[in-house]
């Protein structure tokens, strides 16, 4: 008894009844309750055994192997009252997206019966065969072996269908070898490190230190459409962007859409999206429209790393599901629609330990040391990797977007906000900070009105990485891609900033100098070399870009100009210091991310000509032939058919130019562009597609005159205004 069967908004119906009352939601009641979670742990588990998982869930301690049995036996006992039959090992392999293979609990028994069983050894190890998942060399194809390990850290869950339900559970992925095949290990070696590092910087502190994680808080952007029109694009089907489409006559200039709002059937299936995210221990939060027309976005509470990662996943999964429910398709690409905004996912992080925000400035920011040294690493780190960073977000969808002024620039730099940037000013230019801009209050002008606090600064939008009051939010992520990723380099690069600034510290305590002094001048030092990467303005300006330029920043524009520079020996060296990839790791990532870049370009470039020639080529010339009929036939009777001849004309320019771009464009996808992958990904972006960008001008062109009725596509203003 989905919302969508109680309210009618079935599959395909657009025009349901408004449900006759709201289904309660009862948020403490189902919050978790398709998780295996500590509370149900606790109330199913022996003692002893329960402890020691503690111990490893909050402790981070090596996993007890000898609990495993009566762990799975507790699992299986809550999945089979759950109704499940079957179970999974869930894994993020390197195409960024999920994986599993399912397999029943059922074991015949002599009497012709069968009983459910479940084995710790089932639980804790996994072989899927492995030879088919993206492994960038680390594995020859013919050593299929891969394993996948529990993660105790993350509950195991019910994955439900309306026909029945399974047992997932959340697993690390990786060769025969030990080679990481995915994302969940290198994020948690990279949460580990931080952990570390930030650890003994607040003991340098005297400050609490038990505990110390990353978070991350993924704001998720999507676009929706109706079903009928998706399975109507076999662009959209196939690679989740339009390839071909005119703008239309009202995109999103009135500005009316964000914050809007929210259209019932929308509204319907975001709720529902709730409910099932709240089952499964996703705190979802937020809920609005966005920018462009279609667009909506929606966000939980910031959970850590880990947790968040898998947690993402489970919203992108849910979000498609869902909207299927509710006649709709839900596009989590990054420019599904080329003229209006494109999506993004911001990445809120920060790290904390039990009961402290380090990245909390408090009201007074420039007598809060502990706090300026944390920021203050975080500016080093963004600095050196600037990289890296942008790495972390390239790949072939994201290329729509980045700089192209909706989205941060792809100039790597940091928004601090006037009062940090304020009191940096005053630790560099006076080695010591003695005030913190304040906000005030702002009259609204009516008595009934209250007063509110201001706060100490703007905020802004067009920076790729803000802070935005208590952590930095990474704003230049793609829509579509997991958070891991990013999140593993903020924390390896973090990690690797407190422990220098740790180790110079500590020499100089044991030198004799005072705490309070030589944090100071650390401090102020530091901020000289790294005040570059600072940047308070408007990043879509074209003067920031000469401006960055001239401050030595990197300007990465494409996928592979940023993937050149993440095998580089400055990230080797990295990764490996503090064990969160190995040399072949990395590269293998390196390959891999060249390979997905190949092949997504190359499947648009092969969508483009397949449409183009057997849709759109198609439809003009029906129309040429009915134009050049009633042209004749006017001609027969005496007429002049001037318009007629006039539009005949361009339709037959606009055939012409379209055959000669698609001929161009048949000549580059039938090219391989070489042997490896490297030069196949460099031959694909600099000849696949522009010679695409010209068969989709010619067919846009066409779309603006081709009647309607011989319009082989759904357009861009039957698909955008989704209600
Ligand atoms: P906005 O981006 O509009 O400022 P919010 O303040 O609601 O929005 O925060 C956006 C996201 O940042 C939410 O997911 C929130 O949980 C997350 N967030 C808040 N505090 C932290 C933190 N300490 N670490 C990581 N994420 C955080
Ligand atoms: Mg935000």
């Known amino acids: 008894d989905t919302l969508a069967a109680a309210t009618g908004w079935g599959a395909d119906s657009r025009s349901g009844s408004a449900p006759t009352g709201p289904i309660p939601m009862d948020i403490e009641g189902i919050f978790g309750s398709n998780t295996f979670g500590m509370s149900e742990m606790r109330a199913r588990l022996p003692k002893q055994v329960y402890k020691a998982l503690c111990r490893t869930i909050e402790g981070g301690e090596t996993l007890d192997p000898s609990i495993a049995d009566a762990v799975a036996l507790a699992m299986k006992e809550w999945a089979l009252e759950k109704g499940a039959s079957h179970f999974?090992?869930?894994?993020?392999?390197?195409?960024?997206?999920?994986?599993?293979?399912?397999d029943s609990f059922i074991t015949p028994n002599a009497g012709g019966g069968a009983v459910a069983e479940f084995s710790g050894k089932e639980l804790i190890q996994g072989e899927p065969d492995a030879s088919s998942f993206p492994s960038g060399g680390l594995r020859a194809t013919f050593e299929a072996r891969g394993y996948t390990a529990w993660d105790p850290t993350s509950p195991a869950f019910i994955a439900e269908t309306p026909a029945g339900c399974y047992l997932s559970i959340p697993t690390a992925f990786l060769s025969w070898t030990g080679d990481a095949l995915d994302t969940k290990i290198p994020l948690l070696r990279s949460m580990t490190v931080l952990a570390e590092q930030a650890t003994r910087a607040l003991k340098l502190f005297g400050a609490d230190a038990t505990g110390v994680t990353a978070t991350c808080g993924p704001e998720q952007e999507f676009f929706l459409i109706d079903q009928e029109f998706f399975y109507r694009r076999p662009d959209l089907v196939t690679t989740g962007r339009s390839l071909f489409g005119a703008k239309p006559p009202r995109g999103q200039e009135l500005e009316d859409h964000y914050f809007g709002s929210i259209p019932d059937r929308v509204l319907a299936f975001m709720i529902e999206v709730e409910r099932e995210l709240y089952r499964l221990g996703v705190p979802v939060k937020t809920r609005h429209n966005e920018v462009a027309p279609g667009q909506f976005e929606m966000a939980p509470i910031y959970e850590n790393a880990n947790l968040a990662a898998d947690h993402q996943q489970l919203m992108m999964i849910t979000l498609r599901k869902v909207a299927r429910n509710f006649g709709m398709a839900c596009l989590l690409h990054e420019k599904p629609f080329a003229g209006v905004n494109g999506s993004g996912k911001h990445l809120n992080w920060s790290l904390g330990t039990e009961s402290a925000n380090l990245l909390e400035p408090g009201d007074t920011p420039h007598a809060n040391m502990q706090f300026l040294f944390f920021c203050t690493a975080v500016l080093r780190a963004v600095d050196r990797h600037q990289d890296l960073l942008r790495a972390a977000v390239a790949h072939a969808g994201n290329d729509h977007r980045l700089g192209a002024n909706e989205a941060p620039p792809a100039i790597i730099s940091v928004f601090l906000g006037d009062q940090l940037a304020d009191v940096f000013n005053q630790l560099e230019s006076a080695g010591e900070a003695t005030d913190s801009k304040q906000g005030g209050l702002l009259g609204l002008g009516s008595p009934v009105l209250p007063r509110l606090p201001q706060h100490a600064g703007d905020r802004n939008r067009t920076s790729p990485f803000a802070f935005t009051g208590n952590k930095f939010e990474f704003r230049a992520l793609g829509s579509s891609q997991s958070v891991s990723f990013p999140a593993t380099v903020l924390n390896t690069i973090m990690a690797e900033s407190l422990d220098e600034m740790n180790t110079a510290l500590e020499a100089e305590l044991a030198r004799g100098t005072e705490f309070e002094t030589a944090l100071r001048s650390l401090i102020s030092e530091e901020i000289r070399r790294v005040k570059r990467i600072v940047f308070n303005g408007d990043g879509y300006n074209q003067e920031w870009h000469d401006e960055a330029a001239r401050r030595g920043l990197l300007n990465l524009p494409t996928t592979l100009d940023a993937l050149e520079l993440l095998p580089q020996d400055k990230n080797k060296a990295l990764f490996e210091k503090y064990g969160v990839l190995s040399h072949r790791e990395l590269e293998s990532?390196?390959?891999?991310?060249?390979?997905?870049?190949?092949?997504?370009?190359?499947?648009?470039?092969?969508?483009?000509?397949?449409?183009?020639s057997t849709m759109i080529l198609p439809a003009a010339v029906r129309y040429l032939n009915d134009l050049l009929a009633a042209a004749e036939r006017a001609e027969d009777i005496g007429l002049k058919a001037r318009g007629l001849r006039g539009t005949l004309d361009k339709v037959n320019g606009l055939v012409d130019e379209l055959t000669d771009a698609l001929d161009a464009l048949v000549a580059q996808n039938a090219e391989l562009g070489g042997e490896d992958v490297h030069s196949k990904a460099y031959h694909v972006r600099d000849n696949v597609v522009p010679a695409m960008l010209r068969v989709r001008g010619a067919a846009d062109g066409l779309e603006k005159i081709v009647p309607d009725d011989y319009w082989p596509l759904p357009t861009y203003r039957d698909m955008l205004f989704v209600k």
């Open 88 to 102: 999974t090992h869930w894994f993020q392999p390197l195409t960024g997206s999920t994986a599993e293979k399912h």
């Open 589 to 612: 990532r390196h390959e891999v991310a060249l390979d997905q870049y190949f092949k997504t370009v190359n499947i648009e470039g092969e969508t483009t000509a397949d449409i183009a």
